[in-house]
């Protein structure tokens, strides 16, 4: 991994692609933004992914779905969801394929840097 961990940020809205990656940058981690799942499992230079903060609904594959196909292939980088999904059967559909965290939007700016770190850290 690169001194300055990547998060990717998977998610439909430009607008929540572009807040997320200024968050993370305001924090010293570099970004690698995906309008869709098919988008970053397309992308080649997976070693260079910390994290990924992943939104549920999407066109095209589901955030769940890229979940399945993230084990499938082999891709043990770390799964945070960040979704408009409250409901049980979503958040333990992800944790039990393997998330890593759960957050609802709005979530709180400390909330997602907190699940970054933690994810990064490794626990």
């Given amino acids: 991994m690169p001194a300055v961990p990547t998060i990717a940020i998977v998610d439909d809205d430009p607008a929540i692609r572009e807040a997320l990656e200024d968050l993370v940058h305001s924090y010293g981690y570099g970004s690698a ?12 230079r997976r070693d260079t992914i910390g994290c990924m903060i992943v939104d549920i609904a999407m066109p095209g594959l589901s955030g769940l779905d890229l979940q399945d196909e993230l084990h499938r292939s082999g891709w043990k980088t770390p ?3 960040l979704t408009s999904h409250r409901d049980a059967h ?7 394929g393997g998330a890593f965290a ?7 700016f400390q909330q997602v840097i907190d699940a970054i770190e933690q994810a990064l850290a490794g626990h």
């Fill in 79 to 81: 799964v945070i969801f």
């Fill in 102 to 108: 759960y957050l609802t939007k709005p979530a709180a």
């Fill in 33 to 44: 933004l995906f309008a869709s799942a098919e988008e970053l499992l397309g992308f080649d």
């Fill in 90 to 96: 979503t958040r333990e559909a992800a944790i039990r």
